[in-house]
């Protein structure tokens, strides 16, 4: 019995899709979507340096070929560049709750 467990449990494994690489055609498309994210907070006043780092790090890991850092700084460079239109939203209504009156 633990022996047929132990098999099924390593087929199921053996089945189960692997996580790939990414590639070029990955880091290309995450990397448009961070910069297009960061262009519209730039066109908000509220680009924030970090998101500009980000970027500059994806750009660097992919002429270096490490796709797989490429896209996870690219990732991090648009969710960077969403927290930053998130907080020029916010505050553009934001400061009138804080005017004296």
């Known amino acids: 019995m633990k022996r ?3 098999l099924a449990m390593l087929l199921t494994l053996g089945l189960a899709p692997a996580a790939r690489a990414a590639n070029e055609a990955d880091y290309k ?4 979507a ?3 994210a960061s262009k519209e907070a730039a066109g908000m006043r509220n ?6 780092s980000s970027l500059a ?3 660097k890991a ?4 490490d796709f797989d850092r490429a896209v996870a700084a690219s990732k991090e460079a ?3 560049a969403k927290a930053s239109i998130f907080q020029a939203a916010s505050e ?5 709750a804080m005017e004296i009156r």
């Open 29 to 32: 498309a995450a990397y448009a």
């Open 78 to 80: 648009e969710a960077l």
């Open 4 to 6: 047929s467990l132990a």
């Open 92 to 96: 553009k209504e934001a400061w009138k």
């Open 57 to 59: 790090a994806a750009k």
């Open 62 to 65: 992919a002429d270096a070929g």
């Open 34 to 36: 961070a910069e297009a």
């Open 47 to 52: 680009q924030w340096t970090v998101t500009v």
